[in-house]
């Protein structure tokens, strides 16, 4: 994920539909994946993980992928409630070392 | 639900002050970490802590920003003297190999006049 400063990808959905947010990230070495969300003033709050030696993983209303042939990661949000709104971030953790990407703005339409 | 805690949650100070916060982090969790977020961007990591020693603070801009962890338990996180362009947000977090993670606390928002 590259950072896009003040200017975050957003992602619009309709309450109820399901979200797909996606995340690039850069290192073939990375073993362990977090996706957390985090609403304005708040710290990031850690949602779902998956290990590299997996492809996907389920929690509650929400599925992590994990595409290492391509390097990719994405986070689906099953029947998105306006709580849902905040930005998500990706990471990635290589050598015990935590990196973020930039982050994608979810908004739910009511 | 165990936390994170950290204080103070907000701080407004003026440059070329000293300023200092404050992780207690979830009880039992050996490794600490100090990122710094600026609007809109991710967190990057500033000091990482195994216990009381520290692993990695290759981002810490040392002339000025100093961490310790004495105990291996909490954390203060110290600049001197502060710098307009320090104004971020300062998280910090925690975790334990075997449970995931890290997770992170609420934050401190400090804003440098």
């Known amino acids: 994920g590259e950072s896009v400063g003040l200017h975050l990808p957003t992602l619009s959905v309709q309450e109820g539909d399901n979200s797909i947010i996606n995340c690039a990230y850069s290192?073939?070495?990375?073993?362990?994946f977090i996706w957390y969300k985090q609403e304005s003033g708040k710290g990031p709050q850690f949602i779902i993980d998956i290990r590299s030696n997996m492809d996907k993983r389920q929690g509650q209303r929400v599925t992590v992928l994990l595409n290492k042939t391509v390097k990719h990661l994405s986070l689906q949000i099953a029947a998105t409630q306006p709580g849902d709104s905040a930005v998500y971030f990706c990471a990635e953790n290589a050598g015990n070392m935590l990196t973020f990407g930039g982050g994608t703005r979810l908004m739910v339409k009511p | 639900e165990a936390e994170v805690a950290q204080s103070p949650r907000y701080k407004i100070t003026e440059k070329s002050q000293a300023v200092a916060f404050w992780c207690d982090p979830i009880s039992g969790h050996a490794t600490l970490y100090w990122y710094r977020q600026i609007l809109g961007q991710g967190p990057e990591l500033l000091v990482q802590?195994?216990?009381?020693?520290?692993?990695?603070d290759s981002q810490l801009p040392k002339d000025r920003f100093s961490a310790e962890r004495l105990k291996g338990v909490d954390s203060t996180l110290k600049i001197q003297p502060a710098e307009l362009g320090d104004s971020a947000m300062y998280l910090c977090?925690?975790?334990?190999?075997?449970?995931?993670?890290?997770?992170f606390g609420p934050g401190t928002r400090l804003t440098v006049l």
């Open positions: 802590f195994q216990d009381e020693s520290v692993v990695d």
């Open positions: 977090a925690s975790s334990l190999v075997t449970s995931g993670g890290p997770f």
């Open positions: 290192n073939s070495a990375s073993d362990y």
